[in-house]
Every structure is written in C-alpha cells, then in structure tokens.
T-cell receptor, first 112, second 113 residues
Framework: GESVGLHLPTLSVQEGDNSIINCAYS??????FIWYKQESGKGPQFIID?????DKRQGQRVTVLLNKTVKHLSLQIAATQPGDSAVYFC???????????FGEGTQLTVNP | SQTIHQWPATLVQPVGSPLSLECTVE??????LYWYRQAAGRGLQLLFY??????ISSEVPQNLSASRPQDRQFILSSKKLLLSDSGFYLC????????????FGPGTRLLVL
C-alpha cells in the first residue's frame, strides 16, 4: 500500500505486504533526509537516512528513495510485520546548520 | 554506545506551577542537544537547541526556557505553566561536527491541568 505522508496520514496494510510511505518536501536547499519510526508513547527511532547526492539507499527491509526533481521522498518497507506499526516521520535538513524540519507523520497499521 | 535519558517519564502539573525537565546524554562529548514538543498525533516542533555549554538558541517564543549547565545535560524549564504547555517533550542529541542524524530520548509526557 502507499500513502502521501502530508495528505493521507494513515496507511493500513496486511502483514507480509510491502508498504510505501511518502513525503513531500518544499525546501530545495535541503541536502539530507531522515526517516524516523515512532511507536506509541516512545521517542522517534532513527531508521535510515539519505543525502541529496544519492537517489536510493537500502537498509534491512527498508529502502529510501529520493526524487529531487519533484522534491519527493519515500520509505519502502518490505514484508511488513506487525512490529512495523507506528508513526513514520520524514525529516529534512538544509546544507547549513543542524536544524531538522519534520513532516507531520504517517500512521502505519499492519493487520495480521 | 551512546544513551540518552529523560526524566520524569510523566508529569501532571497545575497551571501556574514551575517546570523542570532534565535530559542527559552518555557516551559522547560535546553533543548538539535539542528540545522538541509534540502535540498528540502531530509532528515535532523544535523548541531549543544548543551547540555547547551555556549556548542556547530559541526557535519559538514562549514561556519556556532552556539551559545547558554541563556538556551532556540539557534542562527545559518554565516559571509558570500554561494549559497549552501540555504535550510530549523530547530531547535529542547529534554529533557536534556532523549535526545531522538526531537521536531521541524516551520523552516526558506533561499534562497541565
């Protein structure tokens, strides 16, 4: 299943399916992007990051894709598991400074 | 390895009372430190960040303040809490020379009544 993080804040998928969570950013000066996972009542957990000189990066069961032309970032989770249920945030950082700007988040629910 | 602690985990305070939330980081030196607030079901709002002892940058005008009395200690305070101060407060750190990937603490849930 797919979602646009800023317009469809919820995504529901079946266990074992692949999930795609999308994020649109507006700052063309952003050169670094991060995906965080936040479980209920806990702090955000770093998942994966990508720099603007890359368009794809893979981790364990996760892939981040960056399309700078349309300012779009996505997180793909393979074989989604119940433990993946959480809110997922994208964050961006400008070339200068250490300030991150967070998106509003997407609630991912994995149905058994 | 680095760890970040926040306390208390939850706090219920009356309107007009003072506030002090503490954050400490272990296993790293001279980190950048951050305070965020998160409203229920929403994203993170940066409140303060610090690049060194005694150096505080405020992002949003409000009745909160921050201090960094030691290298790995970051404190969020208020003299008089408002109802609108309720929320989930998160502390984060990043490597000073990089300052990109931020790692978050477990958070403090504050309810002002």
């Amino acid at each position: 299943g797919e979602s646009v993080g800023l317009h469809l804040p919820t995504l529901s998928v079946q266990e074992g399916d692949n999930s795609i969570i999308n994020c649109a950013y507006s700052n063309s000066a952003s050169d670094y992007f991060i995906w965080y996972k936040q479980e209920s009542g806990k702090g955000p957990q770093f998942i994966i990051d990508i720099r603007s000189n890359m368009d794809k990066r893979q981790g364990q069961r996760v892939t981040v894709l960056l399309n700078k032309t349309v300012k779009h970032l996505s997180l793909q989770i393979a074989a989604t598991q119940p433990g993946d249920s959480a809110v997922y945030f994208c964050a961006e950082k400008e070339t200068s400074g250490s300030r991150l700007t967070f998106g509003e988040g997407t609630q991912l629910t994995v149905n058994p | 390895s680095q760890t970040i602690h926040q306390w208390p985990a939850t706090l219920v305070q009356p309107v007009g009372s003072p506030l002090s939330l503490e954050c400490t980081v272990e296993g790293t030196s001279n980190p950048n430190l951050y305070w965020y607030r998160q409203a229920a079901g929403r994203g993170l709002q940066l409140l303060f960040y610090s690049v060194g002892i005694g150096q505080i940058s405020s992002e949003v005008p409000q009745n909160l303040s921050a201090s960094r009395p030691q290298d790995r200690q970051f404190i969020l305070s208020s003299k008089k809490l408002l109802l609108s101060d309720s929320g989930f407060y998160l502390c984060a750190w990043s490597v000073s020379w990089d300052g990109v990937s931020q790692y978050f603490g477990p958070g403090t849930r504050l309810l002002v009544l």
